[in-house]
């Protein structure tokens, strides 16, 4: 089993709705979670992270965090074309060991 | 300038050469970081380094080596390169505060 998983998608959502996308994690002891969105031929950049339980808002990105179900998610609400791109969930394991997901790859249709 | 700079940016080269990836960063951190990215695969973790004298290995260290010349210069060696190691490679630096990844620009090899 992988460790970080995440559907690879494609997730596809008209302009203007909610993208949610899922990421799940094996290691009990992670605590910081992180995510991060790569366009095409790009590096990843970071959009959020987060170490707590609940939920962190960054303008109209949301993330949130379940550890006893070891689940993290990222919503993007008011969704645009731009945010077109692959959407990468990254976890920090025991010794600082920055363990990233396959991605999901978003698309918004104008 | 770029923060964390990878050389060379485009690589091809025959199965069995020997192949050096540079990265170097200005950011001051301690720890750095390689990662190969394959489609479907997202990243995968080589090697990584708390500091010079700190090396360890990361989910598919075999094939590749490292050498971490100075808190700002990390190496990656492909010693006889194989097609299946044709792949996009990013060097980041990691900030202990945040916890936030700083990537280079990525160095694409293929190996015929």
């Known amino acids: 089993q992988k460790e970080v998983e995440q559907n690879s998608g494609p997730l596809s959502v008209p302009e203007g709705a909610i993208a949610s996308l899922n990421c799940t994690y094996s290691?009990?002891?992670?605590?910081?979670f992180f995510w991060y969105r790569q366009y095409s031929g790009k590096s990843p950049e970071l959009i959020m992270f987060i170490y707590s339980n609940g939920d962190k808002e960054d303008g109209r990105f949301t993330a949130q965090l379940n550890k006893a179900s070891q689940y993290v998610s990222l919503l993007i609400r008011d969704s645009q074309p731009s945010d077109s791109a692959t959407y990468l969930c990254?976890?920090?394991?025991?010794?600082?060991?920055?363990?990233f997901g396959a991605g999901t790859i978003l698309r918004v249709k104008s | 300038d770029a923060d964390v700079t990878q050389t060379p940016r485009n690589r091809i080269t025959k199965t069995g050469k020997r192949i050096m990836l540079e990265c170097s960063q200005t950011?001051?951190?301690?720890?750095m970081y390689w990662y190969r990215q394959d489609p479907g695969l997202g990243l995968r973790l080589i090697y990584y380094?708390?500091?010079?004298?700190?090396?360890n290995k990361g989910e598919i260290s075999d094939g590749y080596s490292v050498s971490r010349q100075a808190q700002a210069k990390f190496s990656l060696s492909l010693e006889s390169a194989i097609p299946n190691q044709t792949a996009l490679y990013f060097c980041?630096?990691?900030?202990?505060?945040?916890?936030?990844?700083?990537f280079g620009e990525g160095s694409r090899l293929t190996v015929l």
């Open positions: 990254a976890v920090m394991e025991y010794g600082n060991k920055l363990v």
């Open positions: 290691d009990r002891g992670s605590q910081s």
């Open positions: 380094s708390f500091d010079v004298k700190d090396i």
């Open positions: 980041a630096t990691h900030s202990g505060n945040t916890g936030e990844l700083f």
């Open positions: 950011k001051g951190h301690d720890r």
